[in-house]
């Protein structure tokens, strides 16, 4: 079975998905456009998104590049143990919907920043507005755009750079209409997602029998488990090569959850979502958005694993080379480029379609934080709504172009995608949550140990990072599988997981430290009714934490 390119019926497929996505947003645009500008409808699409349209968003910005490529990647490499960064936020976003929402809505948080002013004061909301916005456009839409760009290429043939420009305008398009084109269209994007991924899910097994000479999908499944065992596993001892990445029970108990709580509770371009709707349909579109993150392992891990078993029957030799090494983030562009002619332009399009969505979330939450939090609060405070809607245009252009022009010089092909957004996201999201959690619960904590956390732990996750030994013998770190020693550089460096449940405790300590001994003023005002969820959520949200301790129960 040879590789090949796009056929002019893939394209066809792929140009009947791009005209219904840029069709419809441009309907929802053009249906809204006699209505006055406001800032509430083009950042969160205020009382429009259905629980449906929400859940669907989240997804659709959230799974990208990083999952289909770098995570395909990490299944054949490690296997089915790298879900946990799906099934995990599953049960995050529970808390989130039960715990956060409630607090964001009552308050009419509408942006990160603005939480942290109304909490603490404006020096903590600036430093952290600013950081966002780098850490946005530096990380995550350079690595999405580096990573879309090179699958697209690899899958097509199109030039490299091509293939990135063309995927910021399509993004661009997307995101000029504001929030409610973009959470309608993810509903389209996420309905190509998943079709064209499991589509690429079913030959990946189904070639997996049919290399034992029989076929079936099940019968492939049970193949991958027999003849790949280590490859079943959720949790890694220390003997296990890939430990450094997922050290055993801290996916269960230690760094993952502050990963995830970060992630889904405390980051601008995720909780956007929600923002613009009331608290029944928020956390309905979360509960729904959990169930689809329940799913995602089967359409990103399971080819991984089955192009490492295919491999490892001699298939793909060649085609798993970068450079003329093994490359596991090749598994998924060299399976696509297996499916049959039509059916390789739907799948083709569920990666385009998840690459545009993540990219368009982001930039619409750059747009939002600068023009909310920086442009109108420093810059031009008589701005009215129209004159912000067109700054936060502008800022998305902006924020693309800057991107295109320093994705390819940050070495994101020799970090790996999903491991470079990780890490270095990781360096400061334990100070992040600190402050966030300690903001929403208790209330003497103070601007003194925000700025503490918040510094401090970015400062504390550098050393953490790469221990230089100073003299003192740090080889029971090694011993005890908390730090491996790098035998060039002689440093000693700890899990980036583990890194951030030490660094994350570290903020909490500054935070208590330094918190006044009275109440603060600007303490939040919670009871327990906030947090009491409708009866059929409770029901749909123990039915996703028993699938998640059924699947850790059998995988373990």
């Known amino acids: 079975m040879g590789l090949q390119r796009l056929q002019t019926l893939d394209y066809i497929v792929f140009l009947v998905y791009f005209c219904i996505v840029a069709g419809y947003g441009y309907w929802i645009y053009h249906r809204k456009k006699s209505k006055e500008a406001s800032t509430t409808d083009f950042f969160l699409a205020e009382g429009s998104l259905t629980w449906w349209a929400i859940g669907a968003s989240l997804i659709a910005s959230n799974i990208s590049a990083e999952q289909f490529i770098g995570m395909s990647g990490s299944g054949f490499k490690m296997g089915l143990a790298i879900s946990t960064y799906e099934w995990m936020a599953a049960a995050t976003l529970m808390i989130v919907a039960i715990f956060f929402m409630p607090i964001y809505l009552?308050?009419?948080?509408?942006?990160?920043?603005?939480?942290?002013?109304?909490?603490?004061?404006?020096?903590?909301?600036?430093?952290?507005?600013?950081?966002?916005?780098?850490?946005?456009?530096?990380?995550?839409?350079?690595?999405?755009?580096?990573?879309?760009a090179l699958a697209v290429s690899t899958i097509s043939g199109l030039n490299f750079w091509l293939c990135m420009v063309c995927l910021a305008i399509f993004a661009i398009i997307i995101t000029l209409g504001g929030m409610k084109v973009i959470g309608y269209t993810d509903v389209i994007q996420v309905f190509f997602l998943i079709m064209g991924g499991l589509a690429t899910t079913y030959l990946a097994l189904n070639l997996v029998s049919e290399q034992f000479g029989e076929t079936g999908v099940l019968t492939g499944f049970n193949y991958m488990m027999r003849k790949a065992p280590e490859h079943f596993h959720m949790i890694f001892n220390e003997e296990n090569p890939n430990y450094m990445d997922l050290p055993g029970l801290t996916i269960l108990i230690g760094g993952m959850w502050i990963v995830n709580l970060n992630y889904w509770g405390c980051n601008q371009y995720i909780t956007q979502r929600a923002l613009g709707a009331d608290l029944p349909t928020a956390r309905n579109g979360i509960l729904f958005a959990a169930f689809l993150k329940l799913l995602m392992p089967i359409i990103v891990v399971f080819p991984g694993i089955a192009a490492m078993v295919l491999h490892q029957e001699g298939m793909f030799q060649a085609e798993m080379l970068t450079g003329g090494e093994l490359n596991p983030d090749n598994a998924y562009p060299v399976l696509l480029n297996l499916l049959p002619v039509g059916l390789k332009g739907l799948s083709f399009a569920a990666l385009t379609a998840a690459i545009v969505a993540s990219l368009a979330g982001k930039a619409n939450s750059i747009s939002t934080i600068y023009t909310l939090d920086i442009y109108k609060k420093?810059?031009?405070?008589?701005?009215?709504?129209?004159?912000?809607?067109?700054?936060?245009?502008?800022?998305?252009?902006?924020?693309?172009?800057?991107?295109?022009?320093?994705?390819?010089?940050?070495?994101?092909?020799?970090?790996?995608?999903?491991?470079?957004?990780?890490?270095?996201?990781?360096?400061?999201?334990?100070?992040?949550?600190?402050?966030?959690?300690?903001?929403?619960?208790?209330?003497?904590?103070?601007?003194?140990?925000?700025?503490?956390?918040?510094?401090?732990?970015?400062?504390?996750?550098?050393?953490?990072?790469?221990?230089?030994?100073?003299?003192?013998?740090?080889?029971?770190?090694?011993?005890?599988?908390?730090?491996?020693?790098?035998?060039?550089?002689?440093?000693?460096?700890?899990?980036?997981?583990d890194r951030m449940g030490f660094v994350f405790i570290f903020c909490v300590l500054m935070i208590i430290l330094l918190a006044d001994r009275q109440n603060s003023p600007k303490g939040l005002e919670i009871d327990a009714s906030m947090f009491r969820p409708h009866p059929s959520f409770t029901v749909g949200a123990m039915i996703v934490v028993g699938v998640i301790v059924a699947l850790y129960t059998v995988f373990w």
């Open 106 to 148: 009552k308050n009419r948080i509408f942006t990160m920043p603005q939480f942290l002013t109304q909490r603490y004061n404006e020096t903590v909301s600036m430093i952290m507005a600013i950081f966002w916005l780098l850490l946005y456009v530096i990380v995550n839409l350079t690595s999405i755009l580096y990573l879309g």
């Open 378 to 497: 420093y810059i031009n405070r008589d701005a009215n709504e129209q004159k912000q809607v067109n700054v936060g245009r502008y800022a998305v252009l902006v924020a693309m172009i800057v991107a295109v022009a320093i994705s390819d010089s940050l070495g994101i092909d020799k970090k790996g995608g999903f491991q470079f957004i990780q890490e270095y996201t990781g360096f400061v999201s334990p100070g992040i949550f600190a402050v966030f959690l300690l903001g929403f619960f208790w209330k003497k904590a103070n601007s003194k140990g925000a700025l503490a956390a918040i510094i401090g732990g970015f400062i504390l996750s550098i050393i953490l990072k790469f221990l230089p030994t100073w003299g003192v013998d740090l080889s029971f770190l090694s011993d005890a599988g908390f730090a491996v020693i790098n035998t060039e550089s002689g440093l000693y460096e700890i899990p980036f997981l």
